[in-house]
């Protein structure tokens, strides 16, 4: 995109400073030259036209694939936010599957220790 624009600047340079040599009086009038300086001046801004419209082109080519690539970032922004509160609820159903089994081997080896306990006064009081 920096290869028109600047062509496009060189152009309009160059234009601006033909013009202005044209304007610097000139000794004789010379049809032939004046013919093929017109013809040239004529060229140019045709070409100045040209790289114009192709700037105006590239432009709106360069805003729709912006657009494009902001959707699509957007998209991506919303996946990524899913999978993430997917992430942490399968991490809190991974931990709660365990800590439900940790609570409940806990309850089970309170009972044990109750019951073990409750043994050993037994033999206690036996002795």
């Known amino acids: 995109m920096k ?3 600047r ?3 060189v152009l309009a340079i160059g234009v601006a400073v033909i013009l202005i ?3 610097a009086q000139q000794e004789q009038s010379n049809p032939k030259k004046d013919r093929t300086i017109a013809a040239e001046n004529m060229a140019l801004k045709k070409k100045v036209e040209s790289l114009s419209r ?17 959707k699509e970032l957007a998209k ?3 996946e990524k936010e899913t999978l993430k509160k997917k992430s942490q609820q399968n991490i809190r159903e991974q931990v709660k599957g365990v800590l439900d089994a940790v609570m ?18 037994e033999f206690k009081s036996k002795l």
């Open 3 to 5: 290869r028109p624009v």
């Open 7 to 9: 062509k496009a600047f």
């Open 21 to 23: 040599a044209g304007c």
């Open 54 to 70: 192709e700037i105006r082109e590239l432009k709106k080519q360069h805003e729709e694939e912006m657009e494009n690539k902001e």
């Open 76 to 78: 991506c922004i919303k």
């Open 104 to 121: 409940e081997d806990n309850t089970r080896l309170r009972e044990e220790n109750e019951k073990l306990e409750a043994q050993l006064e």
